[in-house]
């Protein structure tokens, strides 16, 4: 195979339906789980414990899938990896549609999870190889408000349907989506990308185990599952096992023919200040988790308070479109100052103890214009900037886990520290972990392009 040339603008446009339709719907499978909880519950006759199930094996399976579907659509092409995994996505919903008890449901989840992995740092990749650099970072800016207005549109869809029909049909209607994505797929996206330089050699498997292991004992070290289940303390050991791990990995993949994650991946300083970054914008799509409880703070009745959360992803996804389109003319630096400089500002603002109303309102916006720049595209367009086409999945793939990993951290420290102290000091901590990540942000180049 060879690197695919850029394709008219026909043939984009068709690409771009394509790729955000089915980034769209598996962005919206995980925002449409909060209004089913109940539905679910009264369903199969589970407790809260057990319906948080639904959402955790489902992130599990996407956080361990993703740099194998990304390695997969590096080595073997694009739409294959893309359109399996969007077929794969369907399967799963199917699977919970027709579920007659709860271990059914988490299998779909788990069949959803894996194939969803794939499809946001495939569709990345793509871009990359179907787009030139000075337009890569506004279709990715649309990527990203693409998933914004999955959660925007997910929570209202899902609540429409349960009015009118059963809870099964928010998952049925995937299927028509998926066939519509496929068919379209097979014919526009391109049949060839750029090999990888091993692609015929042995897949690296103990590379995947052990990442899959740091992963998963990372995830599960972090939000405490296992402690809740079994009554023990269990979190330090899965965190020294990730100790152990990690350097075990990494002496792998310095000696594997063809290494899962390249170790030129980690060597180059521009990819490590954006990988921190992704820990940062992590960070911050967490700590949105808690605005619904700073409002009820407020007096803002609980079944109200998910409405303040509107405007913030509403303007997320505009400022992530804008965010493509400044990258090219003021840089990646200058970018990411102003998301993390606006990041720190509404976290600050949210941390003032007895602040007026008013101000939560503007602290919210303010976080929101933020979290759309630094949680676009805007990062993945940087990565795209310093690898070759044949680490581009696996390059975005990184970008998802260390995303997903600043995700878990946010939300399990400031749920302890808002336990401990109050909301204000946990948001004040979030201050000071935006206010570090605009400072690692001069570490990027000033321009966008090499």
Not at 100 to 109: A, H, I, P
Not at 116 to 136: H, M
Not at 361 to 371: N, P
Request: net charge positive; hydrophobic share 55%.
């Amino acid at each position: 195979m060879t690197s695919v040339a850029v394709p008219e603008t026909d043939t984009r446009r068709a690409i771009m339906t394509v790729l955000f339709v089915g980034v769209f719907m598996s962005a919206l499978d995980s925002a449409i789980i909060g209004p089913i909880v109940p539905a679910l519950r009264a369903a199969f006759a589970i407790d809260n414990t057990q319906v948080v199930l639904v959402s955790i094996i489902f992130t599990l399976c996407s956080l361990s899938s993703t740099t194998l579907m990304a390695s997969l659509s590096d080595r073997y092409g694009r739409r294959n990896v893309y359109l399996l995994n969007v077929f794969g996505f369907a399967i799963g919903s199917l699977m919970i549609a027709l579920a007659s008890d709860l271990t059914m449901v988490l299998l779909g989840r788990a069949v959803q999870g894996v194939c969803a992995g794939g499809i946001t740092p495939t569709a990345s990749a793509v871009i990359g190889d179907v787009l030139p650099s000075a337009e890569r970072a506004k279709a990715l800016g649309l990527i990203g408000a693409t998933s914004g207005m999955a959660f925007l549109v997910g929570p209202v869809m899902a609540s429409l349907i349960l009015a009118v029909a059963d809870w099964h049909w928010i998952f049925l209607l995937n299927l028509p989506v998926a066939a519509v994505v496929i068919f379209l797929g097979w014919r526009a996206l391109p049949r060839s990308t750029a090999q990888h330089e091993a692609a015929n050699g042995a897949f690296d498997w103990q590379g995947l185990v052990l990442l899959v292991l740091i992963l998963v004992s990372t995830t599960l070290g972090i939000n405490q599952l296992l402690d809740r289940i079994f009554g023990v303390t269990i979190w330090p050991w899965l965190f020294l096992l990730v100790a152990v791990l990690t350097p075990v990995l990494a002496w792998r993949e310095t000696r594997a023919p063809a290494p899962l994650l390249p170790p030129r991946l980690f060597t180059n300083r521009q990819l490590q200040v954006v990988y921190l970054l992704a820990v940062g914008s992590g960070i911050s799509m967490g700590s949105i988790i808690f605005i619904t409880s700073v409002a009820v703070n407020f007096g803002v009745p609980i079944s109200q308070a998910g409405f303040f959360l509107l405007p913030l992803v509403f303007l997320a996804s505009v400022t992530s479109v804008f965010a493509g389109r400044w990258l090219p003319r003021i840089g990646g630096r200058m970018t990411m100052v102003i998301g993390y400089s606006q990041l720190t500002v509404g976290t600050a603002l949210l941390g003032l103890p007895q602040a007026p109303f008013w101000l939560f309102v503007v602290a919210t916006l303010i976080m929101g214009s933020g979290l759309g720049v630094v949680v676009g595209g805007a990062l993945r367009a940087l990565v795209l900037e310093e690898v070759a086409a044949t680490d581009r999945g696996v390059a975005q793939s990184v970008i998802n886990i260390t995303i997903s990993i600043g995700t878990l951290i946010a939300v399990a420290l400031m749920a302890s520290i808002a336990d401990s102290f109050d909301f204000a000091t946990a948001y004040l901590v979030c201050a000071g972990a935006m206010a570090l990540m605009t400072v690692i942000s001069l570490g990027l180049r000033r321009q966008y392009s090499k």
